[in-house]
């Protein structure tokens, strides 16, 4: 089922509180890491690495984080909060806490696919393109969790067409048989 997201959606008024993640104590730091399903199979060296390479940034309800056909710079994981995903105004998905976006564009160079905005305030960790292409070295269990997320997402996709071409199979069929 698809379901409609406002148009023109601008950044929240405010400004990006950012706050580094080394300035937790490495104890915080490695479990607030291990509670994230992405990195929950990283040993104690790889979650040190990952969190040197990441920074975490709050930013305000409405606030526009990616914006499809744009290039994409970074990724992001929501640490707490939640945000909707959306593709030519149409609702794609929603994230909470321990969900990450933005790696797409990232891994293919290529034009971000969907709209994310904050649905909540949110804490987020972000990773821009050089620090995200050094992960696949730094914890490459993280590269196969993003993959399999990714191919969960497509066939999430490829249902939400299907739903909509059947949808629009029965519009056209209601309108030819009024006539």
């Known amino acids: 089922m698809t379901r409609p997201v406002g148009r023109g959606l601008e950044p929240a008024k405010g400004r990006l509180n950012v706050m580094g993640l ?6 915080q730091r490695l479990a607030l ?7 929950s199979s990283c040993n104690k060296n790889e979650l040190n690495r990952i969190a040197s390479l990441m920074t975490m940034v709050n ?3 409405g606030t526009v ?3 499809e ?7 992001f994981i929501i640490v707490e909060g939640a945000a909707t995903a959306s593709r030519r105004g149409l609702w794609l998905a929603d994230f909470g806490a321990g969900s990450f976006f933005g790696e797409l564009a990232l891994l293919d160079n290529g034009q971000r696919t969907a ?3 904050a649905s909540t305030d949110l804490c987020l960790l ?4 050089i620090e995200f292409n050094s992960l696949e070295f730094a914890a490459p269990s993280i590269m196969h969790s993003m993959l399999v997320e990714l191919g969960g997402r497509l066939r999430s996709t490829d249902e939400l067409l299907d739903e909509e071409s059947s949808s629009a199979s029965s519009r056209r069929m209601v309108a030819v048989g009024a006539t």
């Open 59 to 61: 930013v305000e309800r």
């Open 115 to 117: 709209t994310v905005v």
């Open 22 to 27: 080394l300035h937790l104590r490495t104890n």
């Open 65 to 67: 984080l990616t914006q």
């Open 69 to 75: 056909d744009r290039t994409g710079r970074e990724c």
């Open 33 to 39: 890491l291990r509670s994230i399903s992405l990195f």
């Open 126 to 129: 972000v990773i821009s393109r």
